[in-house]
């Protein structure tokens, strides 16, 4: 296949992707079928299995697209901070505003993530993904460190378990009743940045 006819095909699968967010996100894991997103978007069976070996591929690409769009939108706060206030109110209400606006592909990302545990197929994704995530939250703290003169307290592993565990469980309470979770998350957020660095 050409190099153009493999952009052609892979840009045809990210605008699949993305299409289908919507409905990767509400069913989840366990009730998407490549039948049943197709039933629910604009496209046939038929384009989404031959762009697509089966959900897995499907899902795991959706998420994977993303979370690179996540990451991005965390990279340009980091860059335009100019002190380490800024950089932690930026910070802090990026991670508010997706619990908000995205609470569902974030579900769909946990649910992802924990059936990695049971299979297989999904361990490889799910390790690079959450590598990704671990750095951006790395990048973030360590600009902070920058700005401020401080330094990190933890280790790169465990600062990202500390900001997606409060970000898991804000997400868990939103599912159930989103009253305050945004802002309390938030606020966690913030406190926890100017926690985890020495001064």
């Known amino acids: 296949m050409s190099a153009r006819l493999v952009d052609k095909f892979t840009a045809r699968r990210d605008e699949l992707a993305a299409a289908t967010r919507a409905t990767l996100a509400e069913l989840g894991y366990a009730r998407t079928s490549l039948r049943e997103i197709a039933a629910n978007s604009a496209f046939s069976h038929g384009v989404l299995h031959y762009y697509f070996r089966d959900k897995v591929d499907l899902i795991t690409h959706s998420v994977r697209q993303y979370k690179a769009e996540c990451v991005s939108r965390y990279d340009e706060i980091v860059d335009s901070a100019t002190d380490g206030d800024a ?17 569902a592909m974030h579900r769909l990302w946990y649910d992802l993530r924990n059936q990695s545990m049971f299979e297989d197929v999904f361990r490889a994704d799910v390790t690079e993904i959450d590598a990704g995530l671990e750095q951006m939250i790395w990048r973030v703290v360590s600009r902070y460190t920058e700005l401020t003169g401080a330094t990190p307290l933890l280790s790169s592993k465990a600062l990202y378990a500390a900001f997606d565990g409060l970000f898991l469980q804000a997400l868990t309470r939103w ?25």
């Open 175 to 199: 599912t159930t009743d989103p009253t305050g979770a945004a802002a309390e998350l938030e606020g966690s957020v913030e406190r926890l940045l100017r926690l985890v660095v020495s001064s």
């Open 87 to 103: 950089l932690a109110r930026g910070f802090a209400v990026a991670m508010a505003t997706t619990l908000r606006d995205d609470a």
